[in-house]
C-alpha cells in the first residue's frame, strides 16, 4: 500500500512564474490535507479538501494560492506567479475520515519550491 | 502569542542523557495533543499521542498538564539517532493540526 505520494519532490521557479504541486493519497483515502513550512519553522495549514469539495481553506493565501481535488487524479496546489517568500516545503497529508474524529493522518514526503 | 509554543533549540546531550522538552499551546479547547519527529528535509513522522494519564512507549514518555495547558516529552538513555527536529502538535475538535514550531535535539558520542 503506496503511502502519501508527492511531486515534484524538488521545484526551482523563477518569479513570476506558476508552480504547480501534485499530491495522491493513500489508496482508500478521501481527505487532503495541505500544509506549508517555512524555512526554520513549523508547519502551517493551508487548506482541507474532500473530493471535489474545498472543506477548510482558512490558511490559504487570499491571493496567487488555489488548491483542488478532482474527482479523477491527484489533488493539486496552484501557485501563480511566485515570488521569494514562496520558497518553502509544501508536505501533503491524507486520512480516511476527517482528521479530528480521530482517524490517523498520513504525510507525504513534501514537494521542495525554490523560487529564484 | 503562537497558538503552540516551543523552545526551538538546540539541546545538545551526550549519549545515554536524557532530555526533556515542553510545549505550551495557547487555546484551552485543544483536545488531542501529539508529539512528531522531523528529520533534516523530511516529513514529520507521529512519534506518541499525548494523553492526560501521561504515556510511556519505551523510552520515550509524553505528559499532558489541561490545567496549565503544557505538555513535555521525556526522552531517556538517548540515542544518536534521536537527533532530530521534536515537533508539540494540537488539534481541536473541528480544526486542523496546529504544529508548534519545533526543537531541535542533537544527541554527540
Known amino acids: 500500500n503506496a503511502g502519501v505520494m508527492q511531486n515534484p519532490r524538488h521545484l526551482v521557479r523563477r518569479r513570476g512564474q506558476e508552480a504547480r504541486l501534485r499530491c495522491s493519497p493513500m489508496?482508500?483515502?478521501?481527505?487532503v490535507y495541505w500544509y506549508r513550512q517555512l524555512p526554520e519553522e513549523g508547519l502551517k495549514f493551508m487548506v482541507y479538501?474532500?473530493?471535489?469539495?474545498?472543506?477548510?481553506e482558512s490558511g490559504m493565501p487570499k491571493e496567487r494560492f488555489s488548491a483542488e481535488f478532482p474527482k479523477e487524479g491527484p489533488s493539486i496546489l496552484r501557485i501563480q506567479q511566485v515570488v521569494r517568500g514562496d520558497s518553502a516545503a509544501y508536505f501533503c497529508?491524507?486520512?480516511?475520515?476527517?482528521?479530528?474524529?480521530?482517524?490517523?493522518?498520513?504525510f507525504g514526503e513534501g514537494s521542495w519550491l525554490t523560487v529564484v | 502569542r503562537k497558538e503552540v509554543e516551543q523552545d526551538p533549540g538546540p539541546f545538545n546531550v551526550p549519549e545515554g542523557a536524557t532530555v526533556a522538552f515542553n510545549c505550551t499551546y495557547s487555546?484551552?479547547?485543544?483536545?488531542?495533543f501529539f508529539w512528531y519527529r522531523q528529520d533534516c528535509r523530511k516529513e514529520p513522522k507521529l512519534l506518541m499521542s499525548?494523553?492526560?494519564s501521561g504515556n510511556e512507549d519505551g523510552r520515550f514518555t509524553a505528559q499532558l498538564n489541561r490545567a496549565s495547558q503544557y505538555i513535555s516529552l521525556l526522552i531517556r538513555d538517548s540515542k544518536l539517532s534521536d537527533s532530530a527536529t521534536y515537533l508539540c502538535?494540537?488539534?481541536?475538535?473541528?480544526?486542523?493540526?496546529?504544529f508548534g514550531g519545533g526543537t531541535r535535539l542533537m544527541v554527540k558520542p
Open positions: 497529508a491524507s486520512s480516511p475520515g476527517q482528521h479530528y474524529s480521530g482517524n490517523t493522518i498520513y
Open positions: 489508496k482508500g483515502h478521501s481527505h
Open positions: 479538501l474532500q473530493k471535489e469539495n474545498i472543506i477548510d
Open positions: 487555546n484551552s479547547a485543544s483536545q488531542s
Open positions: 499525548v494523553y492526560s
Open positions: 502538535v494540537v488539534n481541536r475538535a473541528g480544526n486542523m493540526l496546529t
